[in-house]
């Protein structure tokens, strides 16, 4: 079977939130059934690996609700409607950690979930960083940690560091940093 496509046979919006849509699509499979997809619609994300002069990395802590655990975290937040990623990962640096960064490199970009959401994350490394006061939002409660990088690559080991972007992103930045 070359064609691993499906083809849309009907889409029903379930639900339209703040930061997600919900949809129930019918699709044609390529051995000619049809089944059900369930699409949760993002508009986008960023996450930043920010770098010290010294190679420290800053981290947020945060309490993460639908996980009901306090995450340790790389910056990172949803893109606005049209925002340019570059755009999106300068604010989100500075909202979460006060900090601003003369260099912004694009690291990688990868879907979060592809079997249930649309959301894509672009991850960048930033650098020359000069501290400033931190803007979260209003409903956003974090604390700043500056780690050590060598540190923040085995916490992901060591299990303390679980969220998914924050591995891909520390260990994209690994790469890009050894080179």
Request: negative net charge; aromatic residues 6%.
């Amino acid at each position: 079977m070359d064609n691993l496509s499906e083809k849309t046979l009907s889409s029903t919006m379930v639900y339209e939130g703040k930061i997600l849509n919900l949809r129930v699509d019918k699709v044609l499979l390529p051995n000619g059934k049809e089944s059900g997809r369930e699409v949760v619609e993002f508009s986008g994300a960023v996450a930043v690996v920010a770098l010290t002069e010294e190679n420290n990395v800053l981290l947020v802590k945060q309490y993460r609700y639908p996980v009901s655990e306090v995450l340790l975290e790389i910056p990172a937040g949803k893109m606005d409607h049209n925002e340019d990623p570059d755009t999106c990962a300068r604010r989100e640096l500075q909202e979460e950690t006060g900090y601003t960064a003369k260099s912004l490199v694009k690291l990688c970009e990868f879907y979060t979930t592809p079997g249930f959401t649309t959301e894509l994350m672009h991850v960048f490394l930033a650098q020359g960083l000069t501290a400033g006061v931190a803007s979260p939002d209003e409903d956003e409660f974090v604390k700043v940690e500056v780690v050590p990088f060598l540190e923040a690559l085995k916490m992901i080991f060591d299990g303390k560091i679980r969220d998914g972007k924050s591995i891909a992103g520390l260990l994209a930045a690994q790469t890009a940093v050894s080179k």
